[in-house]
């Protein structure tokens, strides 16, 4: 029996690359039929499409709620998928889809709203034209029509500003933290120390001065691995310098951040994200803005690691919305602090447009950056990184007003510049 199974497993896979199962897809999407979604996603199979679980999605009244029906069914093509990477891409996303609905569960508990409804709308009005599924949940989609949706920054977006300002082999002046350290040291005055380079004896000068640091993967996004570090915690140096090692950090002396922005929360340090441009006419502007506050107990002001976001006119310095958080819960007032957001002025606002429009400058190939900057105690600017590839959640997720119009003109007018190098 045993070698007639094997024998069976064989022409099975003979059979499917003589004869390749097709699928019917839609802009490179999918057309999966409910099973398949619940399956993918291990949902419960919704009992209303219990008759029609093992349909293509299109070929069922489910397409007719969508606002592109007409234009998926005079589109459908039924194709060998052959791009395995791609298609595992898009269950990722489906499954990402999925964990960040139940974690904000709460906003559709009195609606008609079910999760594969929701993920059914995604995929086949967002995911399809270069939306990403964060953008579904931060900017509320399910809730606008797609031409209200196309106000806003999306995950598409990111990638159209990244191609037409960055040139990615001088990405790693940024994404290289002790690089980025270096490169922009007239505003980073924090001693600091790459712990994979470093000595063990440059590492226990390091602890010496500052037994308790900041540490963070030297090539780490969004605040994941970043902590403060005690040395008190460890049996010895030697032990702690492995340790850093081994998580690949870079270790940081603390800032001391200014009194008012230490009102909102003072076991993080609270920063300014600002996305600075430098156009087709050379001159550096700063689009937008917005404070990242932390909560209490925490070593990071992160979103993505519970931290709070909220929108800051980038002329005037001001937080002009209220917060947000990674549970889309609103708040006037700091959780912790009570600390009113609106209307909060960030100290020295003045100091962040001159840092900005001067750094802006110093890397010709990276044009479009997302700043995180503190001010310290003594009213400083302290770069503490940039992004190259910056995520526009934040700055459109609090007040739910979209920000592409800022950008449109701009972009156009630098992808007309390079479209004119590249004839030259």
């Not at 291990?42 to 007719?64: A, F, G, M, V």
């Not at 708040?331 to 002025?345: C, E, L």
């Not at 890397?363 to 479009?368: D, F, G, S, V």
């Amino acid at each position: 029996m045993k070698i007639v199974r094997k024998v069976k497993r064989k022409l099975k896979k003979i059979y499917k690359k003589v004869n390749p199962k097709k699928t019917y897809v839609y802009k490179n999407v999918p057309l999966f039929t409910v099973r398949e979604i619940c399956l993918i996603t291990k949902t419960k199979l919704p009992e209303e499409y219990r008759e029609i679980q093992n349909i293509p999605i299109h070929k069922t009244y489910i397409l007719d709620s969508l606002e592109f029906k007409s234009d998926i069914k005079k589109n459908v093509k039924h194709i060998v998928f052959k791009d395995n990477e791609y298609l595992d891409k898009i269950k990722f996303e489906m499954r990402g889809f999925k964990k960040i609905y139940k974690r904000q569960v709460h906003l559709f508990k009195n609606t008609n709203k079910d999760m594969v409804d929701l993920l059914i709308k995604f995929l086949y009005t967002y995911k399809v034209n270069g939306y990403w599924y964060h953008d579904f949940f931060d900017f509320e989609l399910y809730n606008r029509t797609f031409e209200e949706s196309e106000k806003f920054l999306n995950r598409g977006w990111v990638y159209k500003v990244y191609k037409a300002a960055n040139n990615r082999e001088f990405i790693y002046l940024l994404k290289d933290k002790e690089q980025f350290n270096k490169t922009f040291k007239k505003y980073v005055k924090r001693k600091f120390l790459n712990a994979n380079t470093a000595t063990q004896e440059e590492f226990s000068k390091f602890v010496k001065e500052f037994p308790k640091f900041f540490a963070k993967p030297i090539e780490g996004t969004g605040g994941g691995g970043a902590c403060i570090i005690d040395s008190k915690n460890f049996n010895s140096t030697n032990e702690l310098y492995e340790y850093c090692k081994d998580h690949n950090f870079i270790v940081e002396e603390i800032v001391k951040q200014h009194k008012d922005m230490a009102k909102f929360n003072r076991t993080t340090l609270n920063t300014i994200r600002v996305y600075s441009l430098r156009c087709a006419d050379d001159k550096v502007r700063i689009l937008i803005a917005c404070a990242r506050l932390g909560r209490k107990g925490k070593d990071v002001d992160n979103f993505h690691c519970g931290g709070m976001g909220a929108i800051v006119d980038p002329k005037t310095g001001k937080i002009i919305s209220d917060a947000i958080d990674m549970y889309h819960r609103y708040s006037d007032i700091h959780p912790d602090s009570k600390v009113k957001f609106k209307d909060f002025q960030v100290p020295c606002f003045d100091k962040i447009i001159k840092a900005i429009e001067e750094c802006g400058r110093l890397i010709p190939e990276l044009r479009h950056i997302g700043w995180d900057i503190a001010i310290t105690e003594k009213g400083e600017i302290e770069l503490i990184e940039g992004n190259s590839m910056p995520n526009f959640d934040l700055t459109q997720a609090p007040d739910q007003i979209g920000r592409r119009h800022i950008y449109e003109k701009y972009i156009k007018e630098l992808e007309e510049l390079n479209e004119k190098d590249m004839k030259k």
